[in-house]
C-alpha cells in the first residue's frame, strides 16, 4: 500500500527532476544495505574472555635489532650502538 502511494507520488513529479529522485532513493537504499552488512559483521566485546593467557615474557622489552625495525633503523646499526 505505501509503495504504491510513493509511486503515485513519484508519478506527479515532473520528467526533469526524476534523476533527483532517482539519485536520492538510489543512495537511501544503498545506505540501508550497507547499515545491514556492518551491524551484521559486529562482534561483541570480550567474545574469548577467560579462553585465552598471555605469557608474562609479553611483557618483556624487545630485542634490540626488534626494536631498530620499529624505529626504520637496519639491525646492523642497532648492534653497533
Known sequence: MLQEQIIAEIKQIPDDKLAEIYDLI????LGLSCERVTSSQLR????????LE?????Y?????????????????NAISN
Open 26 to 29: 538510489h543512495y537511501f537504499r
Open 44 to 51: 561483541p566485546i570480550g567474545l574469548v574472555k577467560h579462553q
Open 54 to 58: 598471555i605469557p608474562p615474557a609479553f
Open 60 to 76: 618483556d622489552p624487545l630485542p634490540d635489532d626488534v626494536m631498530a625495525g620499529f624505529e626504520g633503523k637496519s639491525s646492523d
